[in-house]
T-cell receptor, first 108, second 112 residues
Framework: RKEVEQDPGPFNVPEGATVAFNCTYS??????FFWYRQDCRKEPKLLMS???SGNEDGRFTAQLNRASQYISLLIRDSKLSDSATYLC?????????FGKGTRLSVIA | SQTIHQWPATLVQPVGSPLSLECTVE??????LYWYRQAAGRGLQLLFY??????ISSEVPQNLSASRPQDRQFILSSKKLLLSDSGFYLC???????????FGPGTRLTVT
């Protein structure tokens, strides 16, 4: 089993829709969790950290489920500008381990 | 504020040629530094990381090497490039006391 796994997508959703991605991790000792956004041919940019209690930043909500070993990202009221690849990242004792990303395409 | 620079932005090199990619961070001291590679359609692969000057940890055996000659400078090198070295090379840094990593703009390398 890979350390961090994501559904590659693509998720094609209409503007205004709500979309959610999950990311599973294999090591229960993982300590910190993040979501990054990567636009085509650009570097990944930190979107948000994922806290145990869950956290929200505008239209974006991140959740952690330690029992089932996954994190989620919920995007409400999708915008065309949300189209990108979303990478999850997990930290154990070493540098961050990244999933391969989930591609989101928001359609007008 | 902190910024991270990488150059060049794009590079086309023939097989067997040497490589040197440079990454510098401004506005911070003693950052952790990382080199990742993202091949076409693939995920981010950690190549090297460094917690201080002269300290390099290698994650994947290959024909690449890294050096950290100064606190805020991280260099990725190769003596002889292979076709399989093509990819998007990303430098990242992490401030002390946190876990988030921040990426530079990357170098897109094509080996022909």
């Amino acid at each position: 089993r890979k350390e961090v796994e994501q559904d590659p997508g693509p998720f094609n959703v209409p503007e205004g829709a709500t979309v959610a991605f999950n990311c599973t991790y294999s090591n229960s000792a993982s300590q910190s969790f993040f979501w990054y956004r990567q636009d085509c041919r650009k570097e990944p940019k930190l979107l948000m950290s994922v806290y145990s209690s869950g956290n929200e930043d505008g239209r974006f909500t991140a959740q952690l489920n330690r029992a089932s070993q996954y994190i989620s990202l919920l995007i409400r009221d999708s915008k065309l500008s949300d189209s990108a690849t979303y990478l999850c990242a997990v930290k154990r004792n070493t540098p961050l381990v990244f999933g391969k990303g989930t591609r989101l395409s928001v359609i007008a | 504020s902190q910024t991270i620079h990488q150059w060049p932005a794009t590079l086309v090199q023939p097989v067997g040629s040497p490589l040197s990619l440079e990454c510098t961070v401004e506005g911070t001291s003693n950052p952790n530094l990382y080199w990742y590679r993202q091949a076409a359609g693939r995920g981010l692969q950690l190549l090297f990381y460094s917690v201080g000057i002269g300290q390099i940890s290698s994650e994947v055996p290959q024909n690449l090497s890294a050096s950290r000659p100064q606190d805020r400078q991280f260099i990725l090198s190769s003596k002889k490039l292979l076709l399989s070295d093509s990819g998007f090379y990303l430098c990242a840094w992490k401030p002390g006391g946190t876990y988030e990593q921040y990426f530079g703009p990357g170098t897109r390398l094509t080996v022909t």
